[in-house]
């Protein structure tokens, strides 16, 4: 943000009939082309009936027909409230206001329309599983209908209709898990006949209860040429990667003809691909989410069914998620429509004679899902209509007529690479503003200059860093143009100095020092100093801040001799610079995970101190403040502050020094809810408005108020097609503010003219740099499920080599190299020599196997170290030409260049051996929770919580919500969970989250509760799941946790990991295994009590002892974890890695089914053959030479044991012990306090709690 310079105390016909949440609350708001132009730019209609109360909702499935009988198309959206959105087309007016059915029911999932009673009007089936029900909406006429529900089964979720029996009425199959599948007969007066069931389907489905109601079906019935049946494809979701053909007998019974297993499906369809339409079988087309492909299979009428090997195999960036076909062009090929999942996008696939070619994509909704296809505005040309699942809305999208593209704005522009800043001014001194972004995937800038017609150029590339994460826009070398400053993830910063025309100067780069290291992800500029020169302040995404001392020459070093860097306030994104206390020093504010608003004084020292002067003000209600403005808001003189953040937004009045209050009157409620924000006239009435955008929502809130005395209320509430960032500027050159908004797609919406509808073409997106010469391109280091053709289908390793330069490259007797680093620092190097063989073509690739075998000329005779590692390409000579250093890689994820050839690296969840790299968007952030510290949990303690994180980027934001189950209506709370190293969570930034309650819990407090992790990019993941009701309501994919109570006196006492030779089982074998031990002095029943390697494992995932086992005092006891379960049992369903893992030993109370804590570890690679062992009772860890059934202390041990004093000896069978005990070490005055009598077991006894007392033992 820059910094407030110093002082001293009508809609569009046809695609923009579509209008979403708009609000014109204000009497006399201006209605300037700038609100008009905001309104056009929403194609979404939300849907759910907001009157139900249960906050169960969202979008699940559409179905689309002519509902009225007027000739154009209409749609149907279930949803999980338990109602349907109707919407009837208007044409060229868009769409009348929607229309709801209720079902009655507490939620619906697939929905189909057809005329299922022979009037001639279609009616709407839905399926509800959790009542067993398939609701059945007869079409009346005119967008009335009524309900004819018929019973299904539990479980029952999705549908698909067809003439199965010929018979030319509609017949129905419900699918769904329990039953499998379900043929249903029409009788054509809207009732049904069971036919057959297909349990089989259920028999090989994935998932557990918990999981009800999954898996998912993906249904599609079929007409194969000649028949007068139609038959059907039917495959499960959630991976379960099987899929099943029916086909009809004589009798219209469907039967099973053909069954593939292995294929991945999230999506399909069925028609005509590889041939025009009608000429001959249909192909199946399917979607594999978690592949990231499209596969095309031809019907082979010999088998009955669909070949197991695909015909075609077409990579789709970003991952697809549902498909349909459609001529889309009207040239008698099927195109394909495919909905992008990952980055919120549509594109269309042309059919170019049986091959299938990227064409025009737009944005859509948050996470898109279902689509149907139809003629909405009685064109003639197809229409789509997307499900987006979060933005809880549907995106209409019109056909062009006559090309084979979307109709689109010209407002409206392509974008990639994760943008991750946004400025806004005139970078080439014309008068109309340019639009700069900042890319973190591609690690780039990127340079969009103005027309005099607001429109914008193709961008411009300018390589930036490593993954930049935020940007200042200040001339930093005081030659009057803008200069472009970056933040890095990599804790560099860069500097591009601006040239005057648009274009900008080399990349500077500036690396902190070793001690100052640490990713960074907000920055300011400003002249903090006061000499003239812009310096700069530096946030680590922690609670840190590093300042450097400007030049004036565009050069910069670090401002003062700090051995750390300064201590500020927890995950400070936004930052702003301001004279608050009116001495003419510019100060500091900022806000992060906790709402808190910080300010840092500057009494002109703030470069060079040491320790921050900081006044901290509560902001309740709001948390992880994302935007902060300055502004005066109430003229008095004194900067105010306008933040905003997921939970709304506030504004803090400025008064004397550096004081801030509240300004309670001020309420903007949800609409205030947003990431990213700005401050103009936008209604031209004089007076500066705020505008809120919500990147979660895809929506925008435009606050007006009459005068500086009046309230803010909200004039505009409107979809947009991306709000990740917005700014303003004048584009057109008419002196009026324009707005600018970034995400997914790049939109402006101009103040001068309104938007046009265009074609959407293809391209625009600009050309990204590439080196000119052969670099590493992609490498995979841990593949576990992707088979490589080049190591004959094993799953190999490899290293992909691409060739940037504008010819031919010969490789042989280039040199890649692996060089490792081991424990005690020494390094060690695998090289690998290109053979003779080795020519790259111009945009080429050359794939190297990382495997030990050697099999052909580019088997590299070495593997990938998946835990990281640094791969260096050196030309004949042996110069250094290209150096990767990788991270830690995640199974069947490759880590590679966001473009070929490009400057940034990304984690690619779609590895492109051979291929293309793509940009498939960022990865969710990965979390496991840890559990909860055992001693934490004592009387008077207040809970503790660990997980661990990683990320491909960097995870923001760790917290976990909770409530009290008993005590009724407790409310949500929430507890950050730091990795700044400041928090007993290790150090900072090592992915290690630890937090802690505010204050104990009493006896008896039970609690639910979920983890939430969030990214740079606002990928938010949840743990165990994300709640759909209310925190305080009881739900079983929760975690629970009772707290108090007496806790059984066991330990997990001793773990080896890595059993090479060393204690054997009851057939030999040498598993690993975990101890458990009883310190007590009474003997403790084990039923109830469960092993696993997480706290709150799945029931299959976690060892339970035998029922009626009890452990004697001082008994150790031995559980092998093999993930051999029906070998005895004694052997555990799982297994221990040998990189390190968790052991979790716990209980259930009755009645609430809560888990209790008993103990817990986290423990890291272990050598083979020794053991990490708890010495003592309570005691510290250490490596310790494996004592299985014994005590891991030799001889005696003494301690105290929940406020008590025992004492713990290791026997030997035979020997006789006496423990004897003496308050002082003078001679003669020994005592005796047990006689014990060894049989090879630990013994422990009670012992006096005096204040002092010596203990010793002697053999008889």
């Known amino acids: 943000m820059n910094s407030p310079t110093r002082r001293h105390r009508t809609p569009r016909p046809s695609l923009l009939g579509l209008v979403c949440l708009l609000l014109l609350l204000v009497p006399g708001a201006a209605k300037g082309q700038l609100f008009e132009n905001l309104k056009s730019l929403s194609q979404r209609l939300p849907v759910g009936d907001p009157s139900i109360p249960d906050p169960v909702r969202g979008p699940k499935g559409i179905a689309a027909a002519d509902f009225n009988g007027d000739g154009l198309g209409d749609f149907a959206v279930s949803d999980k409230n338990g109602s349907i959105t109707l919407y009837l087309s208007r044409g060229e007016a868009g769409f009348a206001p929607p229309i709801y059915l209720q079902a009655g029911a507490g939620e619906l999932r697939g929905i189909v329309a057809g005329d299922f009673n022979g009037d001639g009007r279609p009616d709407i089936a839905t399926a509800a599983p959790f009542e067993g029900v398939v609701h059945l909406f007869l079409n009346d006429g005119n967008g009335s209908f009524h309900d004819r529900p018929f019973s299904s089964w539990l479980g029952g979720r999705d549908l698909a209709t067809g003439d199965f029996d010929g018979d030319g009425r509609l017949d129905l199959v419900v699918a769904g898990p329990k039953m499998g599948l379900v043929q249903y007969q029409g009788l054509g007066d809207g009732t049904f006949a069971v036919v057959r069931s297909f349990l089989e389907l259920d028999s090989v489905a994935c998932g557990d209860s918990s999981d009800f109601p999954q898996p998912a079906y993906f249904l599609q019935s079929f007409r194969l040429p000649g028949r007068r049946m139609d038959s059907l494809v039917a495959a499960h979701g959630e ?50 989410l978690n592949l990231g492909y499209l596969e095309v299979r031809r019907f082979d009428p010999t088998l009955g069914s669909f070949e197991p090997a695909a015909s075609l195999q077409i990579p789709v960036e970003g991952g697809p998620r549902s498909i349909r076909l459609v001529d889309w062009d009207r040239d008698g090929w099927n195109d394909l429509v495919v909905v992008i999942r990952f980055v919120d996008k549509v594109t269309l696939f042309l059919n170019q004679a049986g ?44 056909g062009f007529p006559g090309k084979a593209t979307f109709a689109a704005l010209d407002q409206v522009y392509p974008v990639d690479g994760t943008v991750s800043g946004l400025d806004v001014r005139d970078y080439n001194k014309d008068g109309y503003s340019d639009v700069v972004q900042l890319h973190l995937a591609s690690a780039e800038l990127s340079v969009r200059l103005s027309d005099t017609n607001g429109l914008l150029s193709p961008p411009t590339f300018f390589p930036l860093g490593t993954h930049p994460t935020a940007q200042a826009v200040s001339d930093v070398n005081n030659d009057g143009k803008p200069d472009i400053v970056a933040v890095d993830l990599g804790g560099s910063i860069s500097v591009r100095l601006g040239l005057g025309d648009g274009a900008f100067g080399p990349e500077q780069v500036y690396t902190l020092p070793p001690h100052l290291r640490g990713g960074l992800f907000a920055l300011v500029a400003a002249d903090f100093d006061n000499d003239g020169n812009v310096d700069l302040a530096a946030g680590f995404v922690d609670c840190r801040l590093v300042f450097l001392k400007g030049h004036g020459d565009g050069t910069f070093s670090v401002a003062a001799d700090y051995d750390h860097p300064l201590t500020f306030t927890y995950e400070a994104r936004s930052m702003a610079a301001a004279d608050f206390d009116g001495d003419g020093e510019l100060d500091l504010v900022g806000a992060g995970l906790d709402g808190r608003i910080s300010v840092v004084e500057n009494r002109g020292d703030l470069l060079t101190t040491h320790q921050l002067r900081i006044r901290n003000f509560e902001s309740p209600g709001l948390t992880e403040i994302r935007s902060i403005q300055v502004l005066d808001e109430n003229h008095d003189g004194d900067w105010d502050l306008f933040v905003s953040g997921p939970k709304g937004s506030a504004i803090f009045l400025g008064g004397p020094g550096l004081s801030f209050t509240l300004k309670e009157a001020t309420r903007f409620d949800a609409e205030g809810a947003g990431t990213t924000t700005a401050v103009g006239d936008f209604d031209g009435d004089g007076n500066p408005d705020l505008v809120v955008a919500n990147a979660d929502s895809k929506t925008l809130t435009v606050f007006v108020r009459k005068d500086a005395a009046a309230e803010w209320e909200p004039a505009l509430v409107v979809g947009v097609p991306s709000a990740t960032f917005i700014a303003t500027g004048d584009l057109d050159g008419d002196g009026k503010p324009d707005l600018v908004g970034t995400g997914d797609v790049l939109w402006t919406a101009l103040s001068s003219r309104r938007s046009r509808i265009v074609s959407l073409e293809g391209g625009g997106g600009g050309t990204h740099s590439r080196e000119s010469h052969p670099v590493i391109n992609e490498l995979l280091a841990s593949n576990a499920s992707l088979p490589v053709a080049a190591d004959g289908g094993r799953f190999s390793d490899w290293v992909e080599i691409f060739n940037g330069g504008t010819g031919p490259e010969a490789l042989a007797g280039w040199t890649l190299q692996l060089v490792t680093t081991n424990a005690a620092g020494s390094a060690g190097t695998n090289a690998f020599v290109l053979p003779a063989t080795s020519v790259v073509t111009s945009g080429g690739h050359l794939l190297l196997v990382a495997a030990d075998k050697k099999r052909t000329p580019l088997h590299m005779g070495y593997t990938l170290p998946a835990e990281g590692g640094c791969l260096e390409l050196l030309n004949p000579q042996g110069q250094l030409v290209d150096r990767v250093v990788y991270p830690g890689q995640s199974t069947d994820q490759s880590y590679g260049r966001f473009r070929d050839g490009s400057a940034g690296w990304v984690m690619n969840p779609y590895p492109s051996p051979n291929r293309a790299n793509q940009d498939n968007g960022t990865l969710d952030p990965e979390v496991r929770f840890d559990g909860i510290d055992p001693e934490s949990l004592l009387a008077g303690k207040a809970p503790r919580f660990r997980a661990h994180g990683r990320d491909d980027l960097g995870i923001t934001t760790m917290a976990l919500f909770w409530t009290r189950l008993d005590i009724p209506d407790d409310g949500e709370h929430r507890t950050i969970l730091f990795d700044d190293g400041m928090h007993n969570d290790g150090a900072t930034q090592d992915g290690t989250f630890v937090g802690a309650f505010d204050k104990p819990l009493p006896p008896g407090a039970r609690i639910q509760f979920y983890l939430a992790a969030t990214d740079l990019t606002d990928k938010t993941i949840y743990l165990p799941a994300k709640p759909e009701r209310e925190l305080s309501v009881v739900d079983p994919t929760l975690y629970t946790l009772a707290v108090g109570g007496e806790r059984p006196t066991l330990e997990i006492s001793e773990v080896v990991s890595d059993n090479q030779g060393g204690l054997k089982d009851e057939l030999g074998g ?44 001082g008994e150790h006891l031995v559980v092998f974890c093999d993930a051999q379960s029906q070998q005895s049992q004694w052997h555990a369903p799982f297994s221990l890695s040998s990189k390190g893992d968790g052991l979790f030993l716990s209980g259930t109370r009755e009645p609430g089914g809560e888990t209790t804590l008993i103990d817990g570890i986290r423990f890291d690679a272990l050598p083979a053959n020794q053991s990490w062992a708890r010495l003592g009772i309570n005691g510290a860890w250490g490596l310790h030479s494996p004592t299985p059934r014994g005590d891991n202390w030799p001889g005696l041990w003494v301690g105290s044991v929940r406020g008590g004093v025992q004492i713990a000896l290791q026997t030997e069978p035979g020997a006789g012990y006496v423990i004897e005990s003496t308050q002082t070490l003078q001679p003669g005055i020994w005592a005796p306090v047990a006689t014990v009598a060894g049989d090879g077991t630990q013994h422990i006894l009670p012992a006096p709690a005096d204040a002092m007392r010596f203990y010793r033992v002697r053999t008889r």
């Open 239 to 288: 991976g379960c990667d099987h899929l099943w053909v029916f086909t009809p007998g004589a009798d219209g019974v469907l039967a099973i003809t053909g069954e593939l297993k292995n294929i991945d499906v999230n999506a399909l369809a069925v028609g005509n691909v590889l041939h025009p339409i009608g000429q001959g079988p249909p192909e199946l087309v399917t979607a594999s």
């Open 355 to 398: 091959t299938l070619h990227p064409g025009a994509s737009l944005g859509v909704g948050r996470l898109p899902r279902e689509l149907e296809i139809a003629d909405f505005n009685g064109d003639g040309s197809p229409d789509l209509a997307i499900v987006n699942r979060y933005s809880l809305d549907v995106t209409v999208i019109d």
């Open 1070 to 1113: 040498t598993p690993d295994w975990v101890e458990i031990r009883n310190y007590g002095l009474e003997p403790v029943s084990l039923d109830g009590v469960h092993l696993g390697r997480a706290l709150f494992e799945k029931p299959g995932e976690r060892y339970n002892f035998p029922k009626g086992s009890r452990i004697a005092p």
